[in-house]
């Protein structure tokens, strides 16, 4: 629930903190006096648009703070986007006069996007003119599906895939030609480097193979070269002066002396060492003529596999290690074709996909057959109660055109604002009071089941904890506002509600009664907020009834009123004025 709303500097806000209870709270005040406006800055701090229009006259930048208890349904979702979970959830937002806007959730910057999300669980607002959106089609097939518990997304997803199932299908019928085209230039393509058969490593390997074969006689004469300066394995080397002689002869000089000087001895043995590796080095080198002659045949079968690569390379304007890639790419695109070419396996994935759809729509349908009777039977209930006695609503479901991302069936809601009278189309009512009740019982027995912003199947455990009516009530009065005010304070005993309202039924019925009053300061109009109690409230009530002129009857109807609505004319508010 909205535990606290701040502004400062807010359209004719300068400074204002708003601590509505639990339960059913109005707000009240004279026409112009800004009782909306409290609603307006909370949709701004729940991501609504805002320009620079808001910012009061004079300031720098407005600034609106709302404080709710933290709902478990969004704790995973603020540890997601790095925002801090607390016990509360504060949102704050920033415009300044030139226009740009910030936003913070707990302290950490934020997106206007996320604000718009973190509401989806904290507030459903319903205006003055909520009908107009209960006449359109995806509003009403929402509120029924969110009734139902249906999940709407799977039907959705079968649709995009049947959709696109038709689209595969129609290309490859009006593109067959082409595509068949093209399925013979990548076979053509491909058969050439197939043809090649180029191995993932092969590149690198033939141009360390044919630089070897291409420097043979230089590698044997340098190896030949190494072997009779450190060895006498070469018959034509010169013994006595070879490295391992040398090294062999060093040690032996030593060893002789070493007696005398132990540290000689150490010198000998790094020399007898050194004469183990040189003796090693030479058998290598010795293996390594063994094997080694110039091999002009294979030179030649390599520079011809080069050329091949080169040139296929060159072709298709790619470098050479590129070719075994290339030729996985355009094996990939032609199977991709065959499968866009082969119309029967079309046909069957788009039968398959039509059945897919059918299935899933089938389930939406037989949801939606079971819910919206319950839903039009509670509607039903609450026009009686707003005056509308006789009057009957009803949901029809008629089948769509086609398969349709939401359904087989279009739901549209239908009312009989009278007994005997034949239900038709919302749209079509044409009373404003009418329309204003029927939105009334639609809202008040919706939000009492599921809540308008929870998503549907999550209604028990998502729906938001705080309703606002901003105005739905204009259009009626007498015994239909008593009617409101009872179904207002219903709703409050598990959920917060919060109303602006100019009823005095309705008021007389809250738990919290605020009132929002026009001051003048330095030639300057601002908007302040008061919690009323007591005398106070009476006289607020009174008002409301009979206009700026109390008299004794109208306050000794204001406390009637009062006692019989269940309000509390001397509870104490938390409230204080800023």
Do not use: C
């Amino acid at each position: 629930m909205l535990r606290r709303l701040a502004l400062r500097d807010f359209v004719i806000v300068e400074a204002l903190e708003f601590e509505p209870g639990a339960g059913f709270s109005v707000l009240t005040g004279e026409t112009g006096a800004g009782k909306s406006i409290l609603v307006d800055a909370l949709q701004l701090a729940l991501g609504a648009r805002g320009d620079a229009v808001v910012v009061r006259e004079g300031a720098a930048r407005a600034e609106i703070g709302a404080e709710f208890d933290s709902p478990p349904a969004l704790l995973s979702w603020l540890d997601e986007a790095g925002f801090e979970a607390q016990d509360t959830l504060l949102l704050r937002r920033v415009i300044d006069a030139q226009g740009k806007s910030r936003a913070w959730i707990n302290g950490s910057a934020a997106t206007i996007a996320q604000l718009r999300e973190a509401a989806a669980h904290l507030v459903d607002i319903h205006g003055q003119h909520a009908w107009q959106g209960l006449t359109r089609p995806a509003v009403v097939r929402a509120l029924l599906d969110a009734h139902a518990g249906a999940d709407t997304a799977a039907v959705a997803q079968a649709w995009a895939g049947w959709k696109a199932a038709g689209a595969a299908l129609h290309d490859a019928r009006t593109k067959q030609a082409d595509l068949e085209r093209e399925r013979e230039r990548l076979a053509w393509q491909l058969g050439e480097i197939d043809r090649l058969a180029p191995g993932d490593d092969e590149w690198e390997a033939l141009n360390t193979e044919h630089s070897r074969l291409s420097h043979a006689q230089a590698l044997i004469d340098a190896a030949q070269a190494a072997l009779a300066m450190i060895s006498d394995a070469d018959s034509n080397a010169d013994a006595a002066a070879n490295a391992d002689t040398l090294a062999g002869h060093a040690a032996d000089a030593l060893d002789e002396v070493a007696a005398h000087d132990p540290q000689l001895g150490q010198v000998a043995e790094v020399l007898r060492s050194a004469q183990a590796l040189l003796q090693d080095a030479a058998h290598t080198l010795t293996s390594y003529l063994h094997r080694t002659e110039p091999d002009p045949d294979e030179l030649g079968r390599l520079d011809e596999r080069l050329a091949a690569w080169v040139g296929l390379a060159r072709r298709y304007h790619r470098a050479p290690p590129e070719l075994p890639a290339l030729a996985q790419q355009w094996r990939t695109e032609l199977k991709a074709l065959d499968a866009a070419t082969d119309l029967d396996a079309l046909d069957r994935a788009l039968a398959a996909a039509l059945a897919d759809y059918r299935r899933e729509a089938k389930k939406l349908t037989q949801a939606r057959r079971r819910a919206a009777p319950k839903l039009a039977d509670a509607v039903t209930q609450a026009l009686q109660q707003l005056g509308m006695a006789g009057g009957r609503f009803e949901i029809s479901l008629a089948p769509s055109d086609g398969p349709q991302s939401f359904g087989d069936e279009s739901p549209e809601f239908l009312v009989a604002g009278h007994a005997g009278s034949t239900p038709r189309p919302l749209a079509k009512v044409a009373s404003g009071g009418e329309l204003s009740r029927i939105a009334l019982a639609i809202a008040v027995t919706v939000t009492a089941t599921t809540g308008q912003g929870a998503p549907a199947g999550e209604a028990g455990d998502a729906r938001a904890g705080t309703l606002i009516f901003d105005e739905i009530d204009a259009g009626i009065g007498g015994a239909v506002a008593e009617a409101v005010g009872r179904l207002m304070k219903q709703l409050g005993r598990d959920r917060q509600v919060l109303a602006v309202t100019h009823l005095a039924q309705v008021a007389a019925s809250a738990d919290e009664h605020h009132v929002v009053a026009k001051t003048m300061r330095d030639g300057a109009t601002l908007s302040t907020l008061q919690a009323v109690v007591g005398e106070a409230r009476v006289a607020e009530i009174a008002r409301m009834l009979g206009g700026e002129r109390l008299s004794g009857t109208s306050l000794a109807h204001a406390q009637e009123m009062l006692e019989g609505g269940g309000g509390k004319p001397n509870a104490r508010n938390r409230l204080q004025r800023q």
